[in-house]
């Protein structure tokens, strides 16, 4: 058990011991200027492990994801995703500033879009109408739990994009709880898609940083959109060399954080007044809603720092997330604090 026992996010995990010091001993150079060799490591080790040409790191998740919406689409366009997708209402609005693209949004089952209702919303080539462009699909899905899109899902989407001459994209910011959870290998996971943005800053414990991978092409014009958007990073490599750690040391054990999500939801399933859908804890997410009480949510907060029990609560429901610095001890811990406060 640790002294704090932190469920809001999986981004609030610290660098190991392994990672500092890889920081400490990685070769530096200039990101800008082509001379960064641990950066270009990671991105090339991040691209072979993914099954594409090249790979660019990136700050963040949502740099990734908005570098390729604005590679495929141009100002004006539409793109097609989940109604819950984190690039729809999580990226404070940038692909409408960046890309100036507009969103055609569909309402999934569990993240999961219907390919029949895609398809049905991708518009004609008419002067009217806005050109659809992309499809995005992410992996897992953050706001339906940490939800799993399913392989045949994802073909299925990919036979629609290839119909219609649409690019895919995939928001693969937890791909890597995708994979340890259902063994697809990652290579077959990302083969159907243009690009993927994966995030090492979450589950994998970097402190910063996600990968963008897809054709070297793409990725060279993304390196220009990273510069314009205030991407390049210098000695980026002390960063990359946490990240060379997270995607050869860190993916495996992600099958921890999944049973100790599930015990954490398991112990939920049946307290006081909670509402927790089970079918959708499958990877290192859970949301739960405890209907009524919505007023004592602040004081709540309070009470379970008290207890040493950090969660988060968005409108109606809490989201609690596990992680590398949270251990089944620190379940325990969660708990029994909510048995006490839900009474």
């Known amino acids: 058990m640790h002294q704090l026992s932190d469920f809001r996010s999986d981004t609030v995990t610290l ?26 490591k990671l991105e090339e080790m991040t691209a072979e492990l993914l099954g594409k040409e090249a790979g660019l790191f990136v700050p963040s998740g949502t740099m990734g994801n908005q570098i390729a919406i604005a590679l495929h689409c141009k100002p004006g366009d539409e793109l097609i995703c989940e109604f819950g997708a984190h690039t729809y209402n999580n990226e404070s609005g940038a ?24 398809e049905r919303l991708i518009r004609p080539n008419n002067i009217h109408n806005p050109r659809t462009a992309l499809i995005t699909v992410e992996n897992t899905h953050n706001a339906a739990g940490g939800t799993i899109v399913p ?20 928001d693969g910011a937890r791909l890597w709880n995708a994979h340890v959870a259902t063994g697809q290998s990652l290579k077959e996971m990302c083969a159907p898609f243009d690009t993927i943005s994966v995030c090492l800053s979450k589950g ?8 963008l991978v897809g054709s070297r092409v793409d990725i060279e014009r993304g390196r220009y959109l990273r510069k314009q958007l205030g991407g390049g990073m210098r000695q980026s490599g002390l960063l990359a060399a946490c990240g060379i750690v997270s995607i050869t040391k860190m993916i495996d054990r992600l099958k921890d954080d999944h049973a100790n999500a599930r015990a954490l939801a398991e112990g939920f ?28 949510f602040d004081a709540w907060l309070e009470r379970l720092r008290e207890k040493q029990v950090l969660a988060l609560y968005l409108g109606t429901r809490w989201r ?9 001890e620190d379940v325990k811990r969660a708990l029994v604090a909510w048995k006490d406060i839900l009474g």
């Open 320 to 328: 609690m997330v596990t992680h590398n610095d949270v251990d089944g």
């Open 151 to 170: 392989n045949e899902n994802v073909l299925a989407l990919a036979e629609v994009a290839k119909r219609y001459g649409l690019k895919y994209h995939l």
């Open 269 to 296: 399933n049946g307290m006081k007044g909670v509402e927790l859908d089970l079918a959708t804890v499958q990877t290192n997410i859970l949301y739960f809603s405890i209907p009524g009480r919505e007023g004592e």
């Open 204 to 211: 994998l414990a970097s402190p910063v940083g996600s990968v």
């Open 95 to 118: 692909l409408a500033r960046i890309a100036q693209a507009q969103v055609r949004p569909v309402h999934g089952k569990m993240g999961v879009m219907d390919p029949a209702e895609v």
């Open 15 to 40: 660098p190991t011991p392994e990672m500092r010091a890889a920081m400490a001993k990685a070769e530096l150079g200039d990101d800008v200027l082509g001379t960064e060799p641990t950066a270009r």
